[in-house]
């Protein structure tokens, strides 16, 4: 990501373990449906950014959570993943990766508030994304040796799985991102630096199996998300030099861990489209298109065939917002996108034909100051 969006930055240039203290909280929000989380990456004090959601979509800041650990700092995407803030499927837990210390933070999640219950080694060097499944989570770790660790989740509390440890493709392959279907079956990783997409089928122990590698269809895979039906969903950036030239694709995962191309390289008319998130009922899937400010639309069908909303752009924010992450609201009603460069979350209104309406920003986000990560419900 930061080799796709070079060019736009050349040209546009609290708690503690043991206390649940929280700063900056407001209440008597009689509004509140909901609550969006974005993290700061602060190489010096990473915190987690927590936001009230009203009816109408808009947000509030609520309060700060120090998650015990370091970011990894940086101006502009410096994870370069999707994952790095992650709620449990129950939204009771918030999953936080400090990369510069090389842990993970677990937070009970009260409405807007958090509690930090945990922090536990990641198991690897500079932990960039986590995916959860029931009782088991594992996290992605980009430095050294790429690799993914799991954990067995009790309660809010982590323990490294003995054994668990499963290395990518390559050192230094660039995991943009990890997810399991929805199943708990595989869990499928998509490696940035050699295009490739790794699935692993998880064992009766909750281990992963040898790696399966799978040459993505397109060029520039980033990052992946699941539709209820299963399909793997992939955001590609693209290839090099062509404009607007991102695309996303879609998968069959078959039982030995290869990957069937269903919808291949679909243009999203947007440029540095590196994330993607599903609607709660399996509608819609959105990509964030950084480098144009953008945000595409596609219908998914039961068989995971992807068909390009009305004008595949159905979302923008202001230009050379430069919206990193996506998230969506537990009930459907509202995207949220992470502006880097604006400093700002931007909102929109999920409509019945599934496009979006712009109805503001929220402020709270220090423009390229390495914010990394999104989450909602």
């Avoid at 807007?112 to 996290?139: C, F, T």
Wanted: glycine share 14%; hydrophobic share 40%; proline share 5%.
């Amino acid at each position: 990501m930061r080799r796709v969006l070079r060019t736009l930055f050349m040209a546009g240039l609290a708690i503690g373990l043991a206390s649940p203290g929280l700063s900056n909280a407001q209440t008597g929000d009689s509004d509140n449906t909901g609550a969006v989380f974005v993290m700061t990456n602060a190489v010096d004090k990473n915190e987690v950014i927590a936001y009230r959601r009203a009816s109408s979509g808009t947000l509030q800041e609520a309060g700060r959570f120090a998650t015990g650990g370091r970011g990894s700092g940086g101006n502009n995407d410096p994870l370069e993943s999707q994952g790095s803030l992650t709620l449990s499927q129950d939204h009771s837990l918030l999953f936080a990766v400090n990369a510069g210390s090389g842990s993970v933070s677990v937070f009970s999640v009260h409405g807007s508030q958090l509690w930090l219950v945990d922090k536990v080694i990641s198991g690897g060097s500079e932990p960039n994304a986590v995916a959860q499944h029931g009782n088991l989570v594992y996290v992605s770790n980009v430095g050294g040796s790429s690799s993914v660790v799991g954990f067995r989740l009790d309660h809010g509390k982590l323990k490294q799985i003995p054994n668990s440890t499963q290395f990518l493709s390559t050192n230094n392959s660039g995991a943009g991102g990890l997810a399991f279907s929805p199943d708990g079956r595989f869990l499928v990783v998509v490696e940035r630096l050699t295009n490739d997409i790794d699935v692993f089928s998880v064992q009766g122990d909750s281990t992963l199996s040898p790696i399966v590698v799978n040459p993505s269809a397109g060029p520039g895979a980033f990052s992946v998300s699941f539709a209820p039906n299963g399909a793997a969903l992939i955001s590609e950036t693209g290839p090099s030099g062509v404009p607007n030239g991102s695309a996303i694709s879609s998968y069959e995962i078959g039982t030995n861990g290869t990957l069937s191309p269903i919808s291949t390289s679909v243009p999203t008319l947007g440029a540095a489209n590196c994330w993607n998130v599903v609607t709660p009922d399996g509608s819609f899937v959105y990509t964030s298109n950084a480098g144009s400010s953008t945000i595409s639309g596609f219908a998914i069908a039961n068989t995971g065939a992807l068909t390009p909303l009305s004008g595949t752009i159905v979302g923008t924010n202001p230009e050379g917002s430069t919206n990193l992450d996506i998230t969506v609201s537990s009930d459907g009603k509202f995207i949220y996108t992470l502006n880097s460069v604006a400093g700002a979350i931007g909102i929109f209104a999920v409509q019945k034909d599934g496009t979006l309406l712009n109805v503001g920003f929220a402020s709270g986000v220090s423009p390229l100051s390495g914010f990394n990560g999104i989450a909602a419900f």
